[in-house]
């Protein structure tokens, strides 16, 4: 990480008075609800209160909704500090509680995932039929030399193999390195090596978009110096002629003419803090650090927000539109959903091709009840205009979420309007790679505000402070922190203790990852962007997400970009770039108009010096805006770790 946070706190120029109240219905059949009135709340003030002061009773109850082999002797306790540990003396395997439990109930004969392909070709796999895959890639894993503890990198397309893949591998008590099947094999090589995998799992190849990915010949090229990787999993996606290495590459069909249907492997007991995985961030601010989580901490967090967050319940319908190669996959495609006995959608292509109305044809298609996506996705499809969600019957939806970027008012009121029917409650859900699970979210039952992540989630104690990590008071902005450690959260960054406690050190004592944000007065959060982001003008520090929320706001920008330029009278200058929605064109006409736009919605302070119209914006393979790619280029600058650059 290493921030430089050489300023005390921030200012904010975004005002927001919308406020949108859950219909009393929802509040009632809630699952947050039922669990407060357990605990003897009828309403979310006191309950939340309660759970900061009971958080160990709070986690050890959502601990008890799943399988433990053998129950954990303590809940917390602090090693070393800023180490920790979470449900020490318990034996426990979550993959377990994603498949074997649900054998034992109606949920075995019900469906996990419908699977769609870039090409349109789908299938479904009942809990029962996804067990059973994944009992054969363990044995076929088993029979490649994988024993517990082994790193196997997973370099493969959205296809219920890859579900599987993970689950196979945890199974086996092995920890997975998960890498997006869009990076090249530089970024590829670099994972494997770091994690030091001794088996890769892949495809001959896929389509994304329409366009054919070669995995294999990548994973080929990233294989020519990684000195850990003694076998190569292949499976088959499409009938393409791969290269395969005698001794080093094995089909998984053809391993499996030796695998009965009916092998089964046994969940490994593993310690409560065994590895899970090694998942590396997306880099949008420097180079990509391998964040570690551990079984049951990791388990207990993704079942718990999956369950209150999105307010699962059993007739629900599923979809979150993010890739497993991110950690939003991980926790919200695979483990919480699955834990949950959720129905879900996994969807390999993406959400323009072959026309901008993908995404809502699948949601209309499989009668989708909760979309969890991101801003870059809905700013993405916003430019396209409303014709085109306007197309779909997406009236099976009841719940929205968001998660990777701030997202800007506008863009959540044109999520609420055009997909919610305008009525529909959006989660947004701010977390990272490093906490595991959602830690400031609405739940159904909150009131939203547009642009505001709203209030941390039951336990979690968020704060905005200055650099000292003292509390900056209502409505002002500083950095974003936590105060004790979650059931989630990071254990380490692999191979890299001393980058850890960064993370606890930066600021005394505290948890902080890089974000400055503002809390009002209802305690309500709005992340302003990351600390490196943050532009300072004419003595005001300001968040990149405030100045690109109001232009935003404008009928005409799809999306904007703003970074801070040296300025010998000002100190900084803005700039931003700007993408214009369809039907509009870029001119000097429409610079004077929306710098004007900003000085009378906004303030003085927010107009742009420089504006400059773009067709798209450099950003991680995960969608994010890579503000330090974009500053590095407009300054002539090096433009440092591109590894994860979407080119
Ligand atoms: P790196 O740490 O390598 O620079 P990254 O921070 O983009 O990459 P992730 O863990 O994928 O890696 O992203 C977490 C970050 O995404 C958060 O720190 C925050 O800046 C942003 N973010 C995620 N969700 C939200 C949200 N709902 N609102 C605002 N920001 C969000
Ligand atoms: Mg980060």
């Known amino acids: 990480m290493g921030n430089n946070l050489n300023f005390e706190d921030t200012d904010t120029i975004l005002t927001e008075d919308r406020l949108f109240s859950p219909p009393s219905d929802v509040v009632e059949n809630a699952n947050i609800t039922a669990y407060m009135r357990s605990k003897g709340f009828n309403d979310y003030e006191s309950f939340y209160q309660w759970s900061l002061e009971n958080r160990f009773e709070f986690w050890e109850d959502m601990a008890k909704e799943l399988h433990w082999f053998e129950p954990w002797t303590k809940t917390f306790e602090w090693t070393?500090?800023?180490?920790?540990?979470?449900?020490?003396?318990?034996?426990?395997?979550?993959?377990?509680?994603c498949l074997d439990r649900h054998l034992e109930s109606e949920t075995r004969h019900k469906v996990a995932f419908y699977w769609e392909g870039d090409d349109g070709s789908n299938r479904t796999l009942t809990y029962e039929q996804l067990y059973v895959l994944t009992n054969r890639m363990a044995k076929a894993?088993?029979?490649?030399?994988?024993?517990?503890?082994?790193?196997?990198?997973?370099?493969?397309?959205?296809?219920?193999?890859?579900?599987?893949?993970?689950?196979?591998?945890?199974?086996?008590?092995?920890?997975?390195?998960?890498?997006?099947?869009?990076?090249?094999?530089?970024?590829?090589?670099?994972?494997?090596?770091?994690?030091?995998?001794?088996?890769?799992?892949?495809?001959?190849?896929?389509?994304?978009?329409?366009?054919?990915?070669?995995?294999?010949?990548?994973?080929?090229?990233?294989?020519?110096?990684?000195?850990?990787?003694?076998?190569?999993?292949?499976?088959?996606r499409l009938d393409s002629e791969v290269n395969m290495q005698e001794g080093r590459d094995f089909y998984l069909d053809e391993l499996f003419q030796e695998i009965p249907e009916d092998t089964v492997v046994p969940c490994e007991p593993m310690d409560s803090e065994d590895l899970l995985y090694i998942l590396y961030t997306s880099g949008s601010t420097g180079k990509p650090k391998g964040v570690v989580h551990v079984q049951a901490g990791y388990a207990v967090g993704t079942?718990?927000?999956?369950?209150?967050?999105?307010?699962?319940?059993?007739?629900?319908?599923?979809?979150?539109?993010?890739?497993?190669?991110?950690?939003?996959?991980?926790?919200?495609?695979?483990?919480?959903?699955?834990?949950?006995?959720?129905?879900?959608?996994?969807?390999?292509?993406?959400?323009?091709?072959?026309?901008?109305?993908?995404?809502?044809?699948?949601?209309?298609?499989?009668k989708v009840s909760i979309?969890?996506?991101?801003?870059?996705?809905?700013?993405?499809?916003?430019?396209?205009?409303?014709?085109?969600?306007?197309?779909?019957?997406?009236?099976?939806?009841?719940?929205?979420?968001?998660?990777?970027?701030?997202?800007?008012?506008?863009?959540?009121?044109?999520?609420?309007?055009?997909?919610?029917?305008?009525?529909l409650p959006i989660m947004d859900t701010w977390w990272q790679t490093e906490t595991g699970a959602i830690l400031i979210s609405p739940t159904v039952i909150l009131p939203l505000k547009p642009g505001s992540a709203s209030r941390p989630f039951p336990t979690i104690e968020a704060d905005i402070v200055d650099k000292n990590g003292k509390a900056v008071g209502e409505n002002k902005g500083g950095f974003l922190i936590v105060r004790h450690p979650w059931p989630s959260q990071m254990r380490t960054i692999y191979r890299d203790p001393a980058r850890y406690q960064t993370y606890w050190d930066t600021i005394p004592d505290v948890y902080f990852a890089g974000d400055a944000a503002t809390r009002d007065q209802d305690g309500y959060f709005r992340v302003q962007g990351r600390v490196d982001d943050v532009i300072k003008v004419s003595g005001h520090r300001l968040g990149s997400m405030e100045i690109e929320s109001s232009l935003v706001s404008h009928p005409a920008v799809a999306e904007a970009a703003a970074i801070g330029k040296p300025d010998e009278v000002k100190g900084e200058h803005v700039k931003v770039f700007v993408i214009l929605k369809d039907g509009h064109e870029a001119s000097d006409e429409m610079e004077k108009t929306l710098k004007l736009h900003v000085r009378t919605n906004v303030g003085p302070l927010a107009v742009p010096d420089e504006l400059e119209f773009v067709s798209s914006l450099p950003k991680t393979r995960s969608g994010k805006i890579m503000r330090r790619v974009i500053r590095a280029r407009e300054l002539g600058e090096p433009v440092g770790d591109t590894s994860t650059l979407d080119a």
Not at 318 to 339: E, F, K, N
Not at 376 to 386: A, S
């Open 303 to 366: 079942y718990t927000t999956t369950k209150f967050v999105f307010d699962m319940k059993p007739e629900d319908v599923y979809w979150c539109s993010a890739d497993i190669g991110w950690v939003t996959g991980h926790s919200y495609i695979v483990y919480g959903p699955l834990m949950n006995g959720a129905t879900s959608v996994l969807f390999e292509g993406t959400p323009s091709y072959p026309a901008p109305d993908r995404w809502w044809s699948i949601i209309e298609k499989f």
């Open 371 to 423: 979309f969890y996506s991101s801003p870059t996705g809905i700013r993405g499809l916003m430019r396209f205009g409303e014709e085109w969600p306007a197309k779909h019957d997406l009236s099976s939806l009841r719940v929205l979420g968001s998660v990777g970027e701030p997202i800007n008012p506008e863009a959540w009121m044109w999520y609420r309007r055009n997909i919610g029917h305008d009525e």
């Open 80 to 97: 070393e500090k800023p180490f920790f540990k979470w449900f020490t003396g318990g034996k426990f395997n979550i993959v377990y509680n």
């Open 141 to 236: 894993l088993q029979n490649l030399g994988i024993q517990k503890g082994d790193r196997v990198a997973i370099y493969m397309p959205a296809i219920p193999e890859q579900v599987a893949a993970l689950l196979a591998v945890a199974r086996l008590g092995a920890v997975h390195t998960v890498i997006f099947g869009g990076f090249a094999a530089n970024a590829l090589r670099e994972r494997i090596n770091d994690a030091g995998a001794k088996v890769v799992i892949t495809a001959d190849g896929n389509y994304r978009g329409g366009k054919h990915i070669q995995l294999k010949k990548i994973t080929d090229e990233a294989l020519e110096e990684t000195p850990t990787v003694e076998k190569v999993l292949v499976v088959r």
